[in-house]
Protein backbone atom coordinates (compact mmCIF):
# COMPACT_ATOMS: atom_id res chain seq x y z
CA UNK A 1 0.00 0.00 0.00
CA UNK A 2 2.97 2.33 0.09
CA UNK A 3 3.21 4.94 2.66
CA UNK A 4 0.06 4.09 3.81
CA UNK A 5 -1.09 1.44 6.24
CA UNK A 6 -4.18 -0.59 6.82
CA UNK A 7 -6.09 0.10 10.00
CA UNK A 8 -8.62 -2.40 11.28
CA UNK A 9 -10.57 -0.97 14.40
CA UNK A 10 -13.30 -3.07 16.13
CA UNK A 11 -14.97 -1.00 18.80
CA UNK A 12 -18.54 -0.57 20.92
CA UNK A 13 -21.15 1.91 19.14
CA UNK A 14 -24.00 3.97 19.70
CA UNK A 15 -26.25 4.91 16.97
CA UNK A 16 -28.38 7.74 17.73
CA UNK A 17 -31.40 8.34 15.15
CA UNK A 18 -33.39 11.41 15.05
CA UNK A 19 -37.07 10.77 13.91
CA UNK A 20 -39.13 13.85 12.77
CA UNK A 21 -41.15 14.44 15.80
CA UNK A 22 -40.30 11.53 17.97
CA UNK A 23 -37.61 11.15 20.84
CA UNK A 24 -34.26 9.76 19.32
CA UNK A 25 -33.91 6.31 18.73
CA UNK A 26 -30.80 4.36 20.52
CA UNK A 27 -29.20 1.57 18.55
CA UNK A 28 -26.04 -0.70 20.16
CA UNK A 29 -24.08 -2.84 18.09
CA UNK A 30 -20.52 -3.43 17.11
CA UNK A 31 -18.53 -1.68 14.36
CA UNK A 32 -15.67 -3.70 12.01
CA UNK A 33 -13.97 -0.11 10.78
CA UNK A 34 -12.05 -0.71 7.21
CA UNK A 35 -9.62 2.25 5.51
CA UNK A 36 -6.28 3.53 5.47
CA UNK A 37 -4.66 5.05 8.33
CA UNK A 38 -2.62 8.65 8.30
CA UNK A 39 0.45 8.79 9.99
CA UNK A 40 -1.13 9.96 13.40
CA UNK A 41 -0.69 7.73 16.37
CA UNK A 42 -4.02 5.55 16.33
CA UNK A 43 -4.86 6.53 19.38
CA UNK A 44 -4.62 10.30 18.39
CA UNK A 45 -7.16 9.13 15.74
CA UNK A 46 -9.86 7.61 18.43
CA UNK A 47 -9.58 10.87 20.38
CA UNK A 48 -9.96 13.27 17.55
CA UNK A 49 -12.63 11.50 16.19
CA UNK A 50 -14.25 11.05 19.72
CA UNK A 51 -14.61 14.47 20.10
CA UNK A 52 -15.78 15.46 16.60
CA UNK A 53 -18.69 13.27 17.40
CA UNK A 54 -19.84 15.21 20.19
CA UNK A 55 -20.63 18.34 18.41
CA UNK A 56 -21.75 16.72 15.11
CA UNK A 57 -25.73 16.02 15.07
CA UNK A 58 -26.31 12.04 14.48
CA UNK A 59 -22.73 11.49 15.22
CA UNK A 60 -21.80 7.52 15.92
CA UNK A 61 -20.79 7.65 19.68
CA UNK A 62 -17.86 5.28 20.53
CA UNK A 63 -18.27 3.38 23.98
CA UNK A 64 -14.87 3.31 25.87
CA UNK A 65 -12.54 0.70 24.89
CA UNK A 66 -11.99 -0.58 27.91
CA UNK A 67 -15.57 -1.51 29.06
CA UNK A 68 -15.97 -2.96 25.43
CA UNK A 69 -13.04 -5.52 26.11
CA UNK A 70 -14.31 -6.01 29.85
CA UNK A 71 -17.52 -7.35 28.89
CA UNK A 72 -16.05 -9.35 25.82
CA UNK A 73 -13.67 -11.34 28.49
CA UNK A 74 -16.79 -11.45 31.16
CA UNK A 75 -18.75 -13.66 28.20
CA UNK A 76 -16.36 -15.56 27.54
CA UNK A 77 -15.88 -16.30 31.36
CA UNK A 78 -19.44 -17.06 31.27
CA UNK A 79 -19.41 -19.67 28.35
CA UNK A 80 -15.96 -21.42 30.03
CA UNK A 81 -17.96 -21.67 33.15
CA UNK A 82 -21.33 -23.19 31.35
CA UNK A 83 -19.32 -26.03 29.80
CA UNK A 84 -17.37 -26.65 33.20
CA UNK A 85 -20.51 -26.88 34.41
CA UNK A 86 -21.65 -29.21 32.06
CA UNK A 87 -18.56 -31.23 32.31
CA UNK A 88 -18.77 -31.85 36.07
CA UNK A 89 -22.50 -32.58 35.61
CA UNK A 90 -21.54 -35.35 32.77
CA UNK A 91 -18.96 -36.85 35.26
CA UNK A 92 -21.66 -37.19 38.01
CA UNK A 93 -23.76 -38.87 35.87
CA UNK A 94 -20.93 -41.60 34.52
CA UNK A 95 -20.37 -42.17 38.42
CA UNK A 96 -24.42 -42.48 38.58
CA UNK A 97 -24.27 -45.45 35.84
CA UNK A 98 -21.76 -47.10 37.32
CA UNK A 99 -23.34 -47.51 40.38
CA UNK A 100 -26.31 -48.71 39.52
CA UNK A 101 -24.83 -50.95 36.52
CA UNK A 102 -22.33 -53.05 38.78
CA UNK A 103 -24.14 -52.00 42.29
CA UNK A 104 -26.32 -55.13 42.53
CA UNK A 105 -26.28 -58.56 40.43
CA UNK A 106 -27.36 -61.93 40.39
CA UNK A 107 -26.89 -65.26 38.63
CA UNK A 108 -25.09 -68.38 37.79
CA UNK A 109 -21.40 -67.93 38.58
CA UNK A 110 -20.09 -68.40 35.17
CA UNK A 111 -22.68 -65.73 33.70
CA UNK A 112 -21.64 -63.33 36.38
CA UNK A 113 -19.42 -61.06 34.04
CA UNK A 114 -21.71 -61.32 31.15
CA UNK A 115 -25.05 -59.69 33.21
CA UNK A 116 -23.08 -57.33 34.58
CA UNK A 117 -22.05 -56.27 31.20
CA UNK A 118 -25.69 -56.30 30.07
CA UNK A 119 -26.93 -54.69 33.14
CA UNK A 120 -24.01 -51.26 32.23
CA UNK A 121 -25.44 -51.40 28.78
CA UNK A 122 -29.28 -51.15 30.30
CA UNK A 123 -28.59 -48.33 32.42
CA UNK A 124 -26.34 -46.08 30.04
CA UNK A 125 -29.98 -45.03 28.59
CA UNK A 126 -31.01 -43.99 31.75
CA UNK A 127 -31.45 -40.28 32.90
CA UNK A 128 -29.71 -38.79 35.82
CA UNK A 129 -33.37 -38.36 37.69
CA UNK A 130 -34.08 -42.10 37.03
CA UNK A 131 -30.51 -42.96 38.01
CA UNK A 132 -30.52 -40.98 41.21
CA UNK A 133 -33.89 -42.71 42.06
CA UNK A 134 -32.48 -46.00 41.72
CA UNK A 135 -29.46 -45.25 43.40
CA UNK A 136 -31.46 -44.17 46.53
CA UNK A 137 -33.98 -47.31 46.61
CA UNK A 138 -30.95 -50.03 45.67
CA UNK A 139 -28.18 -48.64 47.52
CA UNK A 140 -29.40 -46.12 50.35
CA UNK A 141 -31.17 -48.91 52.21
CA UNK A 142 -30.38 -51.38 55.66
CA UNK A 143 -33.47 -53.62 54.09
CA UNK A 144 -32.07 -57.34 53.48
CA UNK A 145 -32.66 -57.36 49.80
CA UNK A 146 -34.60 -60.80 48.60
CA UNK A 147 -32.97 -62.30 45.53
CA UNK A 148 -35.05 -64.46 43.44
CA UNK A 149 -33.16 -67.75 42.41
CA UNK A 150 -34.08 -70.81 40.42
CA UNK A 151 -35.76 -73.61 42.28
CA UNK A 152 -33.64 -76.31 40.69
CA UNK A 153 -29.92 -74.92 40.81
CA UNK A 154 -27.26 -76.66 38.38
CA UNK A 155 -24.27 -74.78 39.60
CA UNK A 156 -23.50 -71.82 42.17
CA UNK A 157 -25.57 -69.08 41.70
CA UNK A 158 -24.29 -65.59 43.12
CA UNK A 159 -26.22 -62.67 44.48
CA UNK A 160 -24.40 -59.64 45.16
CA UNK A 161 -25.74 -55.74 46.18
CA UNK A 162 -23.78 -53.15 47.35
CA UNK A 163 -25.49 -51.26 50.30
CA UNK A 164 -24.56 -48.10 51.77
CA UNK A 165 -25.83 -48.71 56.20
CA UNK A 166 -26.24 -45.94 58.12
CA UNK A 167 -29.70 -44.18 60.08
CA UNK A 168 -33.09 -43.19 57.95
CA UNK A 169 -31.86 -39.22 58.49
CA UNK A 170 -28.25 -39.54 56.78
CA UNK A 171 -30.40 -41.30 54.10
CA UNK A 172 -32.98 -38.31 53.71
CA UNK A 173 -30.22 -35.99 53.23
CA UNK A 174 -28.17 -37.88 50.67
CA UNK A 175 -31.62 -38.45 48.98
CA UNK A 176 -32.36 -34.57 49.08
CA UNK A 177 -28.53 -33.78 47.61
CA UNK A 178 -29.14 -35.85 44.36
CA UNK A 179 -32.32 -34.55 44.23
CA UNK A 180 -30.60 -31.39 44.28
CA UNK A 181 -28.37 -31.83 41.63
CA UNK A 182 -30.42 -33.12 39.18
CA UNK A 183 -32.11 -29.17 39.62
CA UNK A 184 -29.05 -27.35 39.17
CA UNK A 185 -28.15 -29.49 36.06
CA UNK A 186 -31.93 -28.82 34.82
CA UNK A 187 -31.89 -25.10 35.74
CA UNK A 188 -28.33 -25.30 33.55
CA UNK A 189 -29.55 -27.18 30.90
CA UNK A 190 -32.55 -25.39 30.53
CA UNK A 191 -32.97 -22.31 32.06
CA UNK A 192 -29.68 -20.72 32.26
CA UNK A 193 -30.37 -18.28 28.56
CA UNK A 194 -33.08 -16.56 29.55
CA UNK A 195 -32.26 -14.94 32.77
CA UNK A 196 -28.72 -14.09 30.95
CA UNK A 197 -28.81 -10.42 29.49
CA UNK A 198 -25.74 -11.37 27.38
CA UNK A 199 -25.72 -7.42 26.02
CA UNK A 200 -25.80 -6.30 29.66
CA UNK A 201 -22.15 -6.49 31.73
CA UNK A 202 -23.89 -6.59 35.27
CA UNK A 203 -25.86 -9.61 34.45
CA UNK A 204 -23.20 -11.46 32.47
CA UNK A 205 -21.32 -10.53 36.18
CA UNK A 206 -24.22 -11.77 37.57
CA UNK A 207 -24.54 -15.41 36.00
CA UNK A 208 -21.13 -16.02 36.28
CA UNK A 209 -21.30 -15.46 39.90
CA UNK A 210 -24.07 -17.65 39.86
CA UNK A 211 -22.11 -20.43 37.83
CA UNK A 212 -19.37 -20.61 40.19
CA UNK A 213 -21.75 -21.15 43.12
CA UNK A 214 -23.63 -23.80 41.43
CA UNK A 215 -20.03 -25.75 40.58
CA UNK A 216 -19.51 -25.73 44.56
CA UNK A 217 -22.33 -27.23 45.22
CA UNK A 218 -21.64 -29.63 42.93
CA UNK A 219 -18.38 -30.80 44.16
CA UNK A 220 -19.12 -31.51 47.30
CA UNK A 221 -21.74 -34.17 45.62
CA UNK A 222 -19.00 -35.03 42.78
CA UNK A 223 -16.68 -36.46 45.96
CA UNK A 224 -19.42 -38.21 47.78
CA UNK A 225 -19.80 -40.27 44.41
CA UNK A 226 -16.57 -40.39 43.26
CA UNK A 227 -15.91 -42.07 46.69
CA UNK A 228 -18.79 -44.47 46.59
CA UNK A 229 -17.78 -45.20 43.36
CA UNK A 230 -14.04 -46.19 44.18
CA UNK A 231 -15.59 -48.56 47.07
CA UNK A 232 -17.77 -50.26 45.10
CA UNK A 233 -14.90 -49.99 42.40
CA UNK A 234 -13.16 -52.36 45.30
CA UNK A 235 -15.38 -54.43 46.29
CA UNK A 236 -16.82 -55.96 42.83
CA UNK A 237 -12.77 -56.75 42.13
CA UNK A 238 -12.57 -58.44 45.22
CA UNK A 239 -16.00 -60.33 44.62
CA UNK A 240 -14.35 -61.31 40.93
CA UNK A 241 -10.87 -62.72 42.33
CA UNK A 242 -13.14 -64.94 45.10
CA UNK A 243 -15.25 -65.65 42.55
CA UNK A 244 -12.62 -67.12 39.98
CA UNK A 245 -10.45 -68.82 43.63
CA UNK A 246 -9.68 -72.37 44.52
CA UNK A 247 -11.51 -71.41 48.02
CA UNK A 248 -14.51 -70.28 45.90
CA UNK A 249 -14.62 -73.36 44.39
CA UNK A 250 -14.33 -75.78 47.18
CA UNK A 251 -17.22 -73.44 48.65
CA UNK A 252 -19.39 -73.83 46.33
CA UNK A 253 -19.14 -77.52 45.84
CA UNK A 254 -20.07 -77.57 49.30
CA UNK A 255 -23.35 -75.12 49.60
CA UNK A 256 -24.56 -77.24 46.09
CA UNK A 257 -23.83 -80.65 47.79
CA UNK A 258 -26.00 -79.19 51.24
CA UNK A 259 -28.92 -78.50 48.83
CA UNK A 260 -29.18 -81.36 47.03
CA UNK A 261 -31.80 -84.01 47.27
CA UNK A 262 -29.87 -86.15 48.85
CA UNK A 263 -28.53 -84.25 52.00
CA UNK A 264 -31.76 -82.79 52.46
CA UNK A 265 -32.90 -86.29 53.05
CA UNK A 266 -30.38 -87.74 55.25
CA UNK A 267 -31.14 -84.01 57.14
CA UNK A 268 -34.58 -85.16 57.62
CA UNK A 269 -34.14 -89.01 57.84
CA UNK A 270 -32.51 -87.77 61.31
CA UNK A 271 -35.42 -86.30 62.22
CA UNK A 272 -38.08 -89.24 61.99
CA UNK A 273 -35.51 -92.21 62.51
CA UNK A 274 -32.56 -91.17 65.47
CA UNK A 275 -32.10 -92.84 68.53
CA UNK A 276 -31.39 -91.28 71.88
CA UNK A 277 -27.98 -90.51 70.74
CA UNK A 278 -29.26 -88.75 68.30
CA UNK A 279 -27.55 -91.18 65.29
CA UNK A 280 -29.07 -93.15 62.13
CA UNK A 281 -26.72 -96.30 61.00
CA UNK A 282 -25.68 -95.82 57.70
CA UNK A 283 -27.06 -98.57 56.70
CA UNK A 284 -30.43 -97.62 57.56
CA UNK A 285 -30.30 -94.54 55.73
CA UNK A 286 -29.29 -95.92 52.72
CA UNK A 287 -31.71 -98.17 52.40
CA UNK A 288 -34.41 -95.25 53.02
CA UNK A 289 -32.15 -93.01 50.54
CA UNK A 290 -32.53 -95.85 47.70
CA UNK A 291 -36.59 -96.09 48.46
CA UNK A 292 -37.40 -92.23 48.36
CA UNK A 293 -34.46 -90.80 45.96
CA UNK A 294 -33.70 -93.95 43.79
CA UNK A 295 -32.24 -92.28 40.84
CA UNK A 296 -29.46 -89.72 42.36
CA UNK A 297 -29.04 -92.69 45.09
CA UNK A 298 -28.20 -95.08 42.33
CA UNK A 299 -26.07 -92.34 40.23
CA UNK A 300 -23.98 -91.12 43.56
CA UNK A 301 -20.53 -90.78 41.84
CA UNK A 302 -22.01 -89.53 38.11
CA UNK A 303 -23.81 -86.64 39.77
CA UNK A 304 -22.36 -85.77 43.08
CA UNK A 305 -18.53 -87.65 42.56
CA UNK A 306 -18.97 -89.41 45.27
CA UNK A 307 -18.94 -93.47 44.98
CA UNK A 308 -20.12 -94.31 48.46
CA UNK A 309 -22.58 -92.49 51.21
CA UNK A 310 -19.88 -92.30 53.85
CA UNK A 311 -17.58 -90.03 51.59
CA UNK A 312 -20.85 -88.38 50.57
CA UNK A 313 -21.32 -87.39 54.58
CA UNK A 314 -17.94 -86.88 55.37
CA UNK A 315 -17.77 -84.25 52.59
CA UNK A 316 -20.96 -82.29 52.77
CA UNK A 317 -19.79 -80.72 56.44
CA UNK A 318 -22.99 -81.42 58.35
CA UNK A 319 -22.20 -84.63 59.67
CA UNK A 320 -20.00 -86.55 61.38
CA UNK A 321 -19.49 -90.59 61.76
CA UNK A 322 -19.58 -92.76 65.05
CA UNK A 323 -18.58 -95.80 65.34
CA UNK A 324 -20.52 -97.88 67.99
CA UNK A 325 -20.06 -101.45 69.01
CA UNK A 326 -21.91 -104.25 68.73
CA UNK A 327 -22.73 -107.01 70.84
CA UNK A 328 -20.29 -109.28 69.26
CA UNK A 329 -17.84 -107.65 69.09
CA UNK A 330 -18.31 -105.61 65.77
CA UNK A 331 -18.76 -102.07 65.37
CA UNK A 332 -21.55 -100.64 63.06
CA UNK A 333 -21.07 -96.49 61.73
CA UNK A 334 -23.90 -94.51 62.44
CA UNK A 335 -23.77 -90.86 61.28
CA UNK A 336 -25.29 -87.76 63.11
CA UNK A 337 -25.40 -84.20 62.79
CA UNK A 338 -22.04 -82.62 63.77
CA UNK A 339 -22.45 -80.09 67.65
CA UNK A 340 -20.95 -76.66 67.16
Known amino acids: MGFHQLLVLYCSLTFCRQHDGNEPTVVRGTLLALGKASRKHPQSIMKSRTDQSEHVPGAVEVAP ?15 CKIGRNLMLFQQMEGLLKTIVGIGTNSG ?9 KERLAAVSKKTMGQLIGEVVQTHFTDEVPNYEKPQDLSEAWVSFRYQVGADPAF ?26 NIASLESTQEVAAYLDGQRYKALAEFEELRAMTKALESAVQALGTFLASDEFAARAECEWLRQSQLVTLLERILEQHADSD ?12 RQQA ?36 GTRISYRRKTP
Open 65 to 79: VETSLRHDSAKDEVL
Open 108 to 116: YCNEFRQLQ
Open 171 to 196: HERRKKALDDIVTERNELVHHLLPRW
Open 278 to 289: GCVLLNVAGELL
Open 294 to 329: PGDYAEMGKRYGFKSLKKLILEVGLFELIQKPTERG
